[in-house]
């Protein structure tokens, strides 16, 4: 696929942006080296090679889980404002 003057034109109505002149240019260059480099890419002979997720191996950075007894509700409602029971008791936000 050639990048022409035209291109980039299209593809800045289609990203309803402006780009100048010299922009124009930058960008028309950039995208012809991105697409020269995935052409490059996509001649490279792949057979045998395992499709990857990520380029390093990821481990489950996560903690196990374990279940450890809850506080008392007293010991959490000790600092509460207003509570009426068990609860936290909080002013009304919808009518």
Same mark, same amino acid.
């Given at each position: 696929?050639?990048v &022409? *003057?035209?291109?980039?034109?299209? #593809?800045?109505?289609l990203a309803r @942006?402006?780009? +100048?002149? +010299?922009e124009?240019e ?7 080296? @991105? #697409?020269?480099y995935?052409?490059?890419? =996509?001649e490279l002979?792949?057979? =045998?090679v395992?499709p #990857?997720s990520?380029a390093?191996? $990821?481990?489950? $950075?996560?903690r196990?889980?374990?279940v @450890?007894?809850s ?5 959490i409602?000790a600092?509460?404002?207003n509570? %009426? +029971?068990?609860?936290f *008791?909080?002013p %009304? &936000?919808v009518e």
């Amino acid at each position: 696929m050639e990048v &022409t *003057r035209d291109l980039v034109l299209y #593809l800045e109505r289609l990203a309803r @942006i402006e780009l +100048g002149e +010299g922009e124009r240019e930058t960008t028309q260059r950039d995208l012809r080296d @991105i #697409l020269t480099y995935m052409n490059t890419l =996509g001649e490279l002979d792949t057979n =045998g090679v395992e499709p #990857l997720s990520h380029a390093f191996p $990821v481990v489950n $950075v996560m903690r196990a889980d374990e279940v @450890i007894p809850s506080r008392e509700p007293a010991e959490i409602l000790a600092n509460a404002p207003n509570r %009426k +029971g068990n609860c936290f *008791r909080v002013p %009304k &936000t919808v009518e």
